[in-house]
């Protein structure tokens, strides 16, 4: 249990590491920012043209007599902007981290500087093609996963008493994983781990991964809570990278006493 709150610990120490860096932050919302309006322009036309496309792909129930007729479709609607809405919230990590791949790398870099004891930063070598090649790769195989895991999920959300109680939790969970496995990867690809060693790395601390994941999808339920927190998400994630590869991370009360003493040099 200890792991939940030192996984939690890591989302809100991201959170305030760019809150003190601000031009980091500024940059991180661009990606979030242009992923959110693509994702709303498709869940409106999903909205607005939805029940056509039901419409039109069930054609055998042009004759049912009412209320069938109109219940059914009307299900298969909702039930397809019920996937569409967990898709959104299953890809957009994963999209914006795509997009904004040189944003959060950069990111990524400076907070291992900024935390590490000799001040340097993982590289991986590779040109910025490769790695976004590499990085939409793995995202796929993660959306396909989660995916996997939201279809069986969906089907037992209508197991009475189980459906509205245990699968909702799981959910959370699931997508907590998975939501981490994204956010770390920017860091521990440049580490060279690849995603299956990713994969049992993070399975290996599922608590820790849990106190920092979960929280972050609930609050990625919110609209546009998603854009804002995602460059404190991946300062988060780096951290905890680190002390998933089990490397040492300057303590910030060792950075407050630095600042401290240099202000006081300034005053001075």
Do not use: C
């Not at 792991?3 to 980091?24: A, E, I, M, N, P």
């Amino acid at each position: 249990m200890h792991d939940l709150g030192v996984g939690f610990g890591y989302l809100v120490r991201g959170q305030r590491w760019v809150t003190r860096h601000g031009k980091q932050f500024g940059f991180g919302l661009i990606p979030g920012l242009i992923t959110f309006v693509l994702y709303v322009a498709a869940l409106v036309s999903l909205a607005l043209w939805g029940s056509d496309f039901i419409t039109w792909a069930t054609p055998f129930a042009d004759d049912w007599s009412s209320p069938w007729l109109g219940l059914f479709r009307g299900f298969l609607t909702a039930v397809l902007f019920a996937l569409g809405l967990l898709l959104s919230v299953v890809t957009f990590t994963a999209v914006t981290l795509l997009l904004g791949q040189p944003f959060y790398e950069n990111l990524s870099e400076k907070v291992d500087r900024d935390v590490s004891p000799d001040g340097t930063a993982p590289e991986s070598g590779l040109p910025l093609w490769r790695e976004l090649l590499i990085s939409a790769r793995d995202s796929l195989r993660i959306v396909a996963r989660a995916l996997v895991w939201g279809v069986l999920l969906f089907a037992l959300g209508f197991v009475p008493f189980v459906g509205q109680t245990v699968v909702p939790v799981i959910g959370f969970l699931v997508t907590g994983f998975f939501l981490t496995e994204e956010l770390t990867a920017v860091a521990l690809q440049r580490r060279g781990v690849v995603l299956r060693d990713r994969l049992t790395m993070l399975r290996s601390r599922k608590t820790l991964i849990w106190g920092f994941g979960t929280p972050l999808a609930l609050a990625f339920l919110v609209p546009l809570v998603a854009v804002f927190l995602m460059p404190g998400a991946v300062a988060g994630a780096t951290l905890m990278a680190r002390d998933l590869m089990g490397e040492e991370t300057r303590e910030e009360e060792d950075e407050g006493e630095e600042e401290g003493e240099q202000a006081g040099r300034v005053s001075r």
